[in-house]
């Protein structure tokens, strides 16, 4: 059955230093989606990519998140400089369409010390 | 999207049906309710989803009210497994946002 890979599975850095994630979705998914999710709530959307575009990414805090999908197939989310309240769970999701049922990777724990 | 509204947490005894309620009153026409869940420290998990008609697949049942301002998740034989955050959500349109509230904590118990 076809998954959405996502690495690493867990990550600590100190604050300040820069991290990233990486996504590979679904083949032939041209929808993909970054959540983040704090303990205890539910996940926030980071950022819509549709093929290659951003569809939103108006929760983004690009100061310093970056996000790009430059063949419109695998992502990478970049966190520069990383802060102590960024320790989270990062989600990839997946969905054919972006109005279809989305497909969510196992997801990265990152913790800033 | 609509705005869902879910209970915060429920219980279930195991082997009943759980019955999770969400309220969707500002859906628009083109919003189909989807349902996820996530067991602790995995990634959320399609369940179902529906626009107007009862829906019924291998995890649940989705039953839409007909006037489409809420609906009922049911597990008919809830496990142990079945223990997760269920997550309603109002989504619609190729631009549409999934957008996640804090869904409800269903405990099934033995």
């Known amino acids: 059955e076809a998954e959405v890979a996502q690495s690493p599975r867990y990550k600590i850095t100190e604050k300040s230093q820069a991290v990233a994630f990486w996504c590979d979705p679904i083949s032939g998914h041209a929808t993909l989606y970054w959540y983040r999710q704090i303990l205890g709530q539910g996940p926030e959307l980071l950022v819509q990519?549709?093929?290659?575009?951003?569809?939103?990414d108006s929760q983004l805090p690009k100061d310093r998140f970056s996000a790009e999908r430059l063949k419109g197939v695998d992502s990478t989310l970049k966190i520069q400089p990383a802060e102590l309240g960024d320790s989270a769970m990062y989600l990839c999701?997946?969905?054919?369409?972006?109005?279809?049922?989305?497909?969510f990777g196992q997801g990265t724990r990152l913790t800033v010390v | 999207d609509a705005k869902t509204t879910q209970p915060t947490s429920m219980d279930c005894a195991e082997g009943r049906a759980a019955n999770l309620p969400c309220n969707h009153s500002?859906?628009?026409?083109?919003?189909?309710v989807y349902w996820y869940r996530q067991i602790h420290s995995q990634g959320p998990q399609y369940i179902i989803h529906g626009l107007k008609n009862n829906e019924t697949n291998e995890m649940a049942s989705l039953i839409i009210t007909e006037d489409r301002k809420s609906s009922t998740l049911i597990l008919p034989h809830a496990t142990l497994r079945d223990t997760a955050v269920y997550y309603c959500?109002?989504?619609?349109?190729?631009?549409?946002?999934?957008?996640f509230g804090k869904g409800t904590k269903l405990s099934v118990k033995p």
């Open positions: 500002t859906i628009s026409g083109n919003e189909y």
């Open positions: 999701a997946s969905s054919f369409l972006g109005d279809t049922e989305a497909f």
């Open positions: 990519f549709q093929d290659e575009s951003v569809v939103d």
């Open positions: 959500i109002a989504h619609g349109g190729s631009q549409g946002n999934l957008i």
